[in-house]
């Protein structure tokens, strides 16, 4: 799948109708799985954004783990790292994470651990503003008002 999207980014970039140093990825849920995989397995990215996904394997471990996808387990990654760190691979490559804080996928408690987690690594990369958490009441979803936050973000950051 992470090859898949490689692939695709690689294309992406090479049209001619593409500015490719303002090309950036953004995902809900499984999608989030897949443009933190993206950040960080390809330089391409000016920016990504992850939605209704990031937390902590220590709090993911007791709820849910059957109800996720394979793809939130690569083999080994655990071991090393958590998806915060995989995600803050690239920084200070600008970041946004929205969580939901009623999401049945995920505990609070995980979601601020991960939060705690990412803005940990963006202070040490020296680059504290790059990382954007936004916590939204609700449940699993990218709602407009989420929606409008990103791409919003995403305009800002993207366009200088």
């Not at 209704?52 to 783990?65: F, Q």
């Amino acid at each position: 799948v992470c090859y898949e999207d490689r692939v695709a980014l690689n294309y992406l970039r090479s049209r001619g109708d593409v500015l490719p140093e303002r090309v950036a990825c953004l995902g809900l849920s499984g999608g989030g799985n897949r443009s933190a995989m993206l950040l960080a397995t390809h330089g391409g990215l000016r920016a990504a954004a992850i939605m209704g996904l990031m937390t902590t394997y220590e709090h993911l471990l007791d709820h849910n783990v059957y109800s996720h996808t394979w793809m939130l387990y690569p083999y080994a990654m655990a071991r090393n790292m958590d998806w915060s760190d995989l995600a803050a691979c690239r920084a200070p490559m600008p970041l946004l994470v929205q969580y939901d804080t009623e999401d049945d996928l995920f505990t609070l408690d995980g979601m601020r651990a991960a939060h705690e987690r990412l803005a940990g690594h963006y202070t040490f990369a020296g680059a504290p503003d790059a990382y954007v958490g936004q916590f939204y009441p609700g449940p699993h979803k990218f709602d407009l008002e989420m929606q409008a936050a990103a791409f919003a973000w995403l305009k800002t950051t993207l366009n200088p």
